[in-house]
């Protein structure tokens, strides 16, 4: 049997990390955590949030201009919450861009809305009880079936399909989810969403890139 890696945070670029952090801890009530602490690099600012039963991080660096998410594989970090249309209007209050209003949407009627953040990272929120907090990240690309292989081979998880729709990876705390693009993608390297970190049990590790540009870092335990 496959050991399954420990999604271990999500990279984030801004011209403000402190500020992009804050933000974040504002609207889903993270706690901002040390940079030093997470792996001696004090340049970095933490944060870290409810993941369905446990936590998760996000890290930000510094990046004068580091381009939105939007156009790269890695589109959008996913968040559960409570009271989507408090928490989406509170976001536009404090900065965000409107990309998608409150609606149902698909099969499985998910309430859902799309913002993007103050500094070009693309957000969604939804209601799913059985999973509050840091929900996912999407990936996109021409062949979801041939993404999610790729990522299996580099960073194993469970094989699912969320909600009979999207195919899905969980990690236990999150879940990365795939959707099928014809469009062009630049890499994730450098952008709002820079790429995606896992501690493996099995003691490999290392960097790869997706053929969509797609970013990962694993490390061992």
């Avoid at 999973?131 to 990240?137: A, K, T």
Wanted: with cysteine; glycine share 12%.
């Amino acid at each position: 049997m496959t050991d399954t890696c420990r999604f271990d945070h999500l990279a984030l670029n801004a011209n403000d990390p402190a500020a992009a952090a804050a933000w974040y801890a504002r609207h889903f009530g993270g706690t901002l955590i040390d940079g030093a602490a997470t792996d001696g690099d004090g340049g970095m600012v933490a944060g870290r949030f409810q993941a369905g039963s446990g936590t998760a991080e996000l890290r930000w660096r510094d990046a004068e201009a580091p381009g939105p998410s939007i156009g790269t594989g890695l589109d959008h970090s996913g968040w559960s919450v409570e009271s989507l249309d408090e928490i989406h209007a509170a976001m536009l209050e404090d900065g965000a861009t409107e990309f998608w209003e409150p609606r149902h949407f698909g099969p499985a009627k998910l309430y859902i809305s799309f913002v993007t953040d103050p500094w070009g990272a693309k957000i969604e929120l939804l209601e799913d009880a059985s999973h509050p907090g840091f929900h996912h990240v999407h990936i996109l690309g021409p062949d979801w079936e041939k993404d999610r292989a790729w990522l299996l081979e580099h960073a194993p998880g469970k094989v699912e399909t969320f909600k009979d729709i999207l195919l899905a990876v969980n990690y236990g705390t999150m879940r990365v989810l795939f959707r099928e693009t014809d469009d062009e993608l630049d890499p994730t390297a450098g952008r709002a969403i820079d790429h995606l970190a896992w501690t493996a049990p099995n003691g490999r590790g290392g960097r790869q890139t997706s053929p969509t540009g797609v970013s990962i870092r694993v490390d061992p335990a």
